[in-house]
């Protein structure tokens, strides 16, 4: 399983990938889902479902199903990507992610972090190669798609799609001529790709 730490002011490094058979992309090892923000969608909709959580609080939070918890994500052949360019933002800066309070976190049961390599931090500031414009500024991004789906969040208006891991994920009942959920109620044939279906 995963074990992100917050970056402050340290250095790390990371190695290679041949060293490693892709545990950032099998659901066994944690890669199951993981949050959305709305600039997100355009990309993510081609390739895999998003679907709802009803986070703490009652939260709708957007997410992206990336395996169905038990294996591979469908798009590692040969232990490569082969959406390599289409990939979720959230594949794109691993082992780095953003987080809520404005920080970076990094995932340091990756194989390659402070293997022998290139920096991808120099105390605390990420460098170029490792650096995502998603990094920057997640706080409000999380808070503007927080604000976007609150003014639809009623469970009248959703109904369950799918449980993974005890986790249970729901969907739009219609689309109320939003384009995200659009984009999501699009999404939902590649649950069938994937999935057993509730
Ligand atoms: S990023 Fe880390 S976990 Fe993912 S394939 Fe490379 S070494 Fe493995
Ligand atoms: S999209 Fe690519 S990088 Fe992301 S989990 Fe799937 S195979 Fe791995």
């Given at each position: 399983m995963k074990n992100f730490e917050a970056i402050t002011n340290q250095t790390y490094t990371f190695g290679n990938?041949?060293?490693?058979?892709a545990r950032c992309c099998d659901g066994s090892r944690g890669s199951t889902f993981s949050q959305l923000i709305l600039s997100d969608f355009e990309v993510v909709f081609k390739n895999f479902p998003i679907v709802f959580l009803l986070g703490e609080l009652g939260y709708l939070k957007p997410v992206v199903?990336?395996?169905?918890?038990?294996?591979?994500?469908?798009?590692?052949k040969d232990m490569k990507c082969v959406i390599y360019d289409e990939r979720p933002s959230v594949c794109k800066l691993y082992p780095l992610s953003p987080h809520l309070d404005n920080k970076t976190y990094i995932d340091t049961t990756c194989p390659a972090v402070n293997e022998l390599g290139n920096p991808i931090t120099k105390e605390g500031v990420v460098q170029k190669d490792f650096f995502h414009k998603s990094l920057i500024g997640y706080q409000d991004k999380y808070i503007d798609t927080h604000n976007h789906f609150e003014q639809f969040?009623?469970?009248?208006y959703l109904e369950e799609v799918i449980t993974i891991n005890e986790n249970i994920f729901y969907k739009f009942k219609?689309?109320?001529?939003?384009d995200f959920i659009k984009m999501h109620l699009n999404s939902l044939h590649h649950i069938d790709d994937y999935f057993t279906t509730t």
């Open positions: 990938c041949n060293i490693c058979d199903l990336l395996s169905n918890g038990k294996g591979f994500c469908r798009y590692i969040n009623n469970k009248n219609e689309h109320f001529n939003d």
